[in-house]
């Protein structure tokens, strides 16, 4: 199976309406989405990496993100969250790619930063693929050396806010984790002469399969959560829909199966049957089917 680069369909490969750019095959759906592909292929194809976050900085100030986005579903997501984003000051584009489910900000971080646009994507009603870390930190002995690790950690490229609590000797830092990792995390703040420790059952924690020990500690990542939450709520829907639907079915066809009388045609008990399973159904198209 491929994805349509334009809607994000998945299509069968090699499919019926193909083309190929730049050494590279890609199938659609349909015509039409083969046609709009070929009328500008830049707006569509995937870059590398943008699977996860991309960040970097423009001459003139201008910063650029690409976010990754939970719970985009259709197209009319799109200009939703584009104008959630638009609304901030300092935004120069905003730009979401249902194909790769990504958000594209270019922005003045002088006048916004990236915590906000993150902020105006969950006010849209989606989420954003960030994780949250919580890092002990060993040798802070006054308010300069709070203030020398958060801009610090600020100034790196995927970290969306950080800050530190002299008293609890603690780091609270939120990140894009496809773009940098606790390692990197940890590093800059040893760097700056402390040491870093994690508190003891505050996040969840996976093991890396290429990394053992505490490097390959990674916090649960709120991407992949997010997509398994759904994925449960789904099935979950699925089953009750299905629960619901099979006697439906069996009932239509009880004559076919050999059912007893009373759930024949013209049968008093099959009236009241179908009565009740008119009303079993309204949580099946309004719950099951709403999404």
């Given amino acids: 199976m491929a994805k349509d680069p334009v809607c994000g369909m998945e299509v069968k490969s090699p499919s019926e309406y193909s083309a190929e750019v730049g ?18 292929p830049d707006k569509y194809i995937k870059p590398v990496n943008s699977s996860g976050a991309t960040y970097n900085i423009t001459s003139g100030g201008i910063e650029k993100l690409d976010i990754p986005i939970i719970g985009i579903h259709c197209s009319s997501c799109i200009p939703t969250i584009e104008s959630e984003i638009k609304k901030l000051p300092g935004i120069n584009l905003a730009k979401v790619n249902i194909a790769t489910e990504n958000a594209r900000v270019e922005f003045n971080r002088k006048e916004v930063d990236a915590e906000s646009i993150i902020s105006a994507i969950k006010r849209a009603g989606y989420k954003a693929g ?10 802070m002995y006054c308010a300069s050396c709070v203030t020398k690790i958060e801009n610090e950690l600020n100034s790196l490229p995927g970290v969306l806010s950080a800050s530190v609590d002299l008293a609890t000797e603690k780091a609270f830092i939120k990140y894009l984790p496809n773009l940098i990792n606790i390692k990197e995390l940890k590093n ?24 053992k020990g505490e490097a390959g500690k990674e916090p649960v990542d709120e991407n992949q959560l997010a997509r398994e939450k759904e994925y449960r709520t789904l099935m979950e829907k699925f089953i009750f829909a299905a629960a619901l639907g099979i006697p439906f079915l069996i009932i239509s066809y009880a004559d076919f199966l050999g059912l007893p009388e009373a759930f024949r045609e013209g049968s008093p008990t099959l009236h009241y049957l179908w009565i009740a399973m008119s009303v079993l159904s309204l949580p099946v198209m309004f719950w099951s089917g709403s999404q």
């Fill in 23 to 40: 050494g590279t095959e890609y199938d659609f759906c349909s015509e039409k989405c083969k046609n709009d592909f070929l009328s500008n």
């Fill in 130 to 139: 960030q994780s949250s870390l919580s890092l002990g930190i060993v040798g």
């Fill in 188 to 211: 800059t703040i040893e760097k700056l002469g402390y040491k870093t420790v994690e508190p003891a059952g505050e996040h969840p924690v996976k093991e890396t399969p290429s990394e």
